[in-house]
C-alpha cells in the first residue's frame, strides 16, 4: 500500500474496506490491472465498483480525474457518483462519472470541431429521429405501409450499434431489405450531417472515430484515464466495447463488474460475449467471482435460481445468502388487469398502512403499455406512484413543445424544433406553408427559420400565412430578447407563458389538460433543480467548449433515460427492463402471462426465450423481502381483449417458494392447482371464481374475493365500491361482468 503524502505514516482506508466480504475485498484491492467480476444479482457488485474507486483514490493515490466510471442510466451515474462522494469524503468533480452515451456527448462537445460538427449540434430522441427517418423515406419514394420507419430506424441504429456507416454495410448480394435500408441509411447519415444534429447510437460511433482519427486526442484521453471502471458489463454492445478498448489503449487498466444472467438487451445489440472477448483482447485480466447475496431472503433467491437454471447457456455460478428464508413468494391470480391492479394497489395501501412507505415499492412490467390500468387503480386509492421510463417526462407532448420554444429561442436555425412549435398552438401556420418553408430551406440550403424569413421578403405565403409566419418569428425573437439575461427556469416559464402553450392546455378540458399543465409547471421545476443535480457539470478546466446552461438543460432533456424526478415518497412503476439495478423491499411483478412475458416474440427464438428468462431473473432479484407474482386470466391490451395462460416462468420457480393469494389474505392452495382458471371451468360450487367481476343491482361492480360453503348456502364475498360484502349466492342475483374495459 502506497503511502500517504501528507507526512502521515499511516493512511486510514477502513472505511472504505469494512464492510466487505473477502471476495469483495479482493476485488477492491486487486493490483492495478485489468479485472472481470462476474457474479449473480445482489452480491454487491456495484457496491464493490464504488469501493474500488475510493481504494484507487485513496490507497493508490490516483487521481479523481485519472478515473472515469461508466454504467447503464443516469439514474445510476447519478448514485454513484453520490456514493463516491461519500466515501471520500467530499466533491469529485474532475471524475467522470457517466453513462455510455453521457460521456461520449460530452467528448463531442468538447471537440465538436475534430468530430466534424457544428458547436451547436443538437441531440436526436427517439421520437426526432424517426420523424427524420420518414421524411427520408418520402424523398426516396418508399410506400409507408411497406416500408414502417420505425424498421429502419431500428436498422440504422443497429448498424450504428456494430460501428458501420452506411458505406460500411454489405449490400452487394443482399436482399431488398438490406439494400433498401442502406440506401435509407445513407440518406439519413446526409441529412443528420446537414441539419447538424446527432442520434444517440451517432454520439459513441462518431466519438469512437474521433479518436481513431485523432491519434494526438487519443494520447490525451490514454493518458489522463488510466482506470476505466464499467458496471452492467454485459449489456455493452459492440460500438461501447471498441470504444472502451481504444480508450484503454495499451497502458490503460480496465475494472469490470457484470452477471452473464441478466443481459437483457441483446435485442438492442449487447453482446454476452463481450465477456468472454474481454478475457480475449486485455491482457492478464483477473477474474473474481462473488456469490454471496446481500439483498433478498432466501425464498427470493432460491426461486431466482431455479428459474435461471433453466437456460443453458450461462456461466454458472452459486448465489446463497445468510439473510433468513423469509416468507412466500405470494401468487395472484386475477380475473382480468383491472382486477390485477386493484390487487396491486390494494396490497400496497397495506404495506403503507403497515408502517412501509410507497417509496419502499416496486411495480414492475413487460410493457409500458401495462402501466395505464394500474396508475388509475393507485389514483383511486390516493397512492403516489411515478412512472419511469415509458413515456419519458421529456418525451411528453406538452414538454416537448415548450422544450422546442426553449431550444428555438437558444438556436433559430434548429429545424426540428422550428417544425414543431411553427403552429403548436395552432396559429393558422398550415401543412402546405411549412412544405414550402421546407422546400426553400432545401433549394437555398438554409434553416427553416432563414427560409421563412425569405419566404417572407419574396412573398412567396398565400394570404394570411405571410402575416401568421411573421408573427412567429416575431414572438421567437421577443421571447428572446426578453430572457436574453434570465435564469434557466425564468426562460422555461417565459416560453410556456408566451407561446401560448399553457393557455393552449389550459383549454384542453379534464385530467389530461390538467396533467399537461402540471407537466408544464414540472418543467419549470427541472429547470430550477438543475446544474444541482448534474451528473457532469461544466466543471473541468479542459472543458473548451463552454455552453451555455439552456442548451446543456436541452441536451440533458433529450439524453435522459427517463429517471427525472422530484417530490415525494412515490411507488415506482418501470418495465422489467429499467429495473436493472435497482433493489425495493416489495416488488410486484405484474403481467406473468404467456405472451406477455415471455413476450410472443421471443417465443419460437430460443436465444430470446433465454433473454426473456433473464429479464425474469433481474425482476425477482429486484425484491428485498416480499416478491408478488399477478396474472390476469384476460388482459385487454393494445385494444383486444385476450385470454392468457399463466407464464411458464411461474412453473419454473419452486412450488415450495410459492403461496397462492386472494384479495382478502393467503391461502395455502398452490397456484398450479387453478390449472383450470384457462379453461374456464370453475373448481367451486358457485360458479364464480375468485378476483371475477361481477355486478350487482344495488351495490354496482365487484370483485369476487371468497366463497364459503355449497349449494344454496355458498357465501361470497365480495368487494364493491363501498367496501367488502358477504351475499347468499343464490339471492343476490349476481351477473357476470365478461368485459368492463
Ligand atoms: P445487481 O446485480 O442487481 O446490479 P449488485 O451485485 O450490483 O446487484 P449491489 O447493488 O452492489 O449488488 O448490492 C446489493 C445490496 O447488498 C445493496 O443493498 C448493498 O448495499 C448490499 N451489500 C453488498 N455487499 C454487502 C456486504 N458485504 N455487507 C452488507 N451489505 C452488502
Ligand atoms: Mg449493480
Not at 433453466?310 to 412466500?328: Q, V
Not at 403497515?354 to 388509475?376: K, P
Not at 426540428?416 to 398550415?430: C, D
Not at 416560453?495 to 408544464?520: Q, V
Request: glycine share 10%; net charge negative; proline share 3%.
Amino acid at each position: 500500500m502506497r503511502l500517504s503524502s501528507n507526512g502521515e505514516d499511516s493512511l486510514d482506508i477502513t472505511h472504505i474496506l469494512e464492510g466487505l466480504n473477502d471476495p469483495q475485498r479482493e476485488a477492491v484491492t486487486a493490483p492495478p490491472g485489468n479485472l472481470l467480476v462476474v457474479a449473480g444479482a445482489g452480491s454487491g457488485k456495484t457496491r464493490v465498483l464504488v469501493h474500488r474507486i475510493g481504494w484507487l483514490v485513496e490507497a493508490e493515490g490516483v487521481s479523481p480525474s485519472g478515473v472515469l466510471a461508466v454504467t447503464f442510466t443516469n439514474k445510476a451515474a447519478a448514485e454513484m457518483r453520490a456514493r463516491v462522494e461519500a466515501l471520500l469524503g467530499g466533491p469529485a468533480r474532475a471524475m467522470w462519472v457517466g453513462t455510455f452515451h453521457g460521456i461520449a456527448h460530452r467528448l463531442l462537445r468538447m471537440h465538436w470541431r475534430d468530430a466534424q460538427l457544428s458547436d451547436n449540434f443538437q441531440i436526436l430522441d427517439a421520437e426526432d429521429q424517426l420523424r427524420l427517418v420518414k421524411r427520408v423515406m418520402r424523398g426516396l419514394d418508399l410506400d409507408e405501409q411497406k416500408w414502417p420507419a420505425r424498421q429502419a430506424a431500428w436498422f440504422i441504429n443497429a448498424q450504428k450499434d456494430e460501428g458501420r456507416r452506411a458505406k460500411d454495410v454489405q449490400t452487394a448480394g443482399k436482399d431488398i431489405f438490406v439494400t433498401t435500408h442502406a440506401k435509407v441509411y445513407a440518406a439519413y447519415e446526409e441529412l443528420c450531417q446537414q441539419a447538424g444534429v446527432v442520434d444517440f447510437a451517432e454520439l459513441l460511433l462518431r466519438s469512437h472515430e474521433l479518436w481513431l482519427r485523432r491519434a494526438d486526442l487519443l494520447d490525451h484521453y490514454q493518458r489522463r484515464f488510466k482506470h476505466l471502471l464499467v458496471d452492467e458489463f454485459q449489456d455493452t454492445n459492440r460500438i461501447q466495447y471498441a470504444w472502451l478498448r481504444v480508450l484503454a489503449g495499451a497502458g490503460g487498466k480496465v475494472w469490470a463488474v457484470g452477471d452473464d444472467d441478466q443481459s437483457i438487451y441483446g435485442w438492442r445489440g449487447a453482446k454476452i460475449e463481450n465477456i468472454h472477448h474481454f478475457r480475449r483482447d486485455f491482457a492478464a485480466v483477473g477474474t473474481v467471482r462473488l456469490e454471496q447475496n446481500y439483498r433478498s431472503t432466501g425464498t427470493i433467491l432460491r426461486a431466482a435460481n431455479a428459474l435461471i437454471g433453466n437456460n443453458a447457456e450461462r456461466l454458472g455460478k452459486n448465489l446463497w445468502t445468510d439473510s433468513g428464508e423469509g416468507g412466500p413468494i405470494l401468487v395472484y391470480s386475477a380475473y382480468n388487469d383491472l382486477d390485477e391492479a386493484r390487487f396491486v394497489a390494494d396490497r400496497t395501501q397495506t404495506w403503507i398502512r403497515d408502517g412501509g412507505t410507497a417509496a419502499d415499492v416496486a411495480v414492475l412490467y413487460r410493457s409500458n403499455a401495462q402501466s395505464r390500468v394500474i396508475e388509475e387503480a393507485f389514483l383511486r386509492l390516493d397512492i403516489p406512484y411515478r412512472i419511469y421510463g415509458g413515456l419519458r417526462f421529456f418525451e411528453r407532448a406538452e414538454v416537448r413543445n415548450a422544450l422546442a420554444y426553449m431550444r428555438l429561442v437558444s438556436q433559430r436555425h434548429a429545424d426540428v424544433a422550428f417544425e414543431r412549435a411553427v403552429n403548436t398552438p395552432p396559429r393558422g401556420i398550415g401543412g402546405k406553408t411549412v412544405d414550402a418553408i421546407r422546400a426553400i430551406a432545401r433549394a437555398s440550403q438554409v434553416s427553416m427559420w432563414q427560409a421563412a424569413k425569405e419566404g417572407i421578403a419574396q412573398g412567396l405565403f398565400k394570404g394570411r400565412a405571410a402575416t401568421n409566419v411573421g408573427a412567429f418569428l416575431k414572438l421567437i425573437d421577443d421571447i428572446a430578447a426578453a430572457v436574453a439575461n434570465s435564469s434557466l427556469h425564468e426562460i422555461a416559464e417565459h416560453c410556456i407563458d408566451h407561446s401560448g402553450l399553457m393557455e393552449y392546455h389550459t383549454r384542453e378540458r379534464g385530467e389530461r389538460g390538467m396533467a399537461r399543465r402540471e407537466n408544464l409547471e414540472e418543467l419549470v421545476t427541472a429547470c430550477r433543480q438543475f446544474g444541482r443535480e448534474l451528473v457532469f457539470p461544466l466543471d473541468a478546466p479542459d472543458d473548451d467548449a463552454l455552453v451555455s446552461e439552456l442548451d446543456e438543460f436541452l441536451d440533458q432533456a433529450a439524453l435522459d433515460s427517463g429517471d427525472y424526478q422530484s417530490g415525494g415518497p412515490a411507488v415506482q412503476m418501470m418495465t422489467l427492463h429499467s429495473a436493472k439495478g435497482l433493489e425495493f423491499p416489495l416488488v410486484f411483478i405484474a403481467g406473468m402471462e404467456e405472451g406477455l412475458f415471455p413476450n410472443r416474440m421471443s417465443e419460437r427464438e430460443p436465444g430470446r426465450l433465454e433473454e426473456e428468462r433473464r429479464l425474469a431473473y433481474v425482476g425477482i432479484t429486484r425484491a428485498m423481502r416480499q416478491l408478488y407474482l399477478t396474472y390476469a386470466e384476460t388482459r385487454r391490451l393494445h385494444g383486444s381483449q385476450t385470454r392468457n395462460w399463466p407464464s411458464r416462468f411461474l412453473d419454473e420457480v419452486p412450488a415450495a417458494c410459492v403461496e397462492e393469494v386472494r384479495m382478502g389474505g393467503a391461502v395455502s392452495r398452490p397456484f398450479r392447482n387453478v390449472g383450470a382458471v384457462n379453461g374456464g371451468d370453475a373448481e367451486d360450487d358457485s360458479s364464480l371464481r375468485i378476483g371475477q367481476l361481477v355486478r350487482h343491482a344495488k351495490f354496482g361492480e365487484g370483485v369476487v374475493l371468497q366463497s364459503e360453503g355449497h349449494g344454496d348456502r355458498t357465501r361470497v364475498q365480495v368487494h364493491f365500491g363501498g367496501g367488502p360484502k358477504w351475499l347468499m349466492l343464490a339471492y343476490a342475483d349476481l351477473r357476470t361482468v365478461e368485459d368492463t374495459a
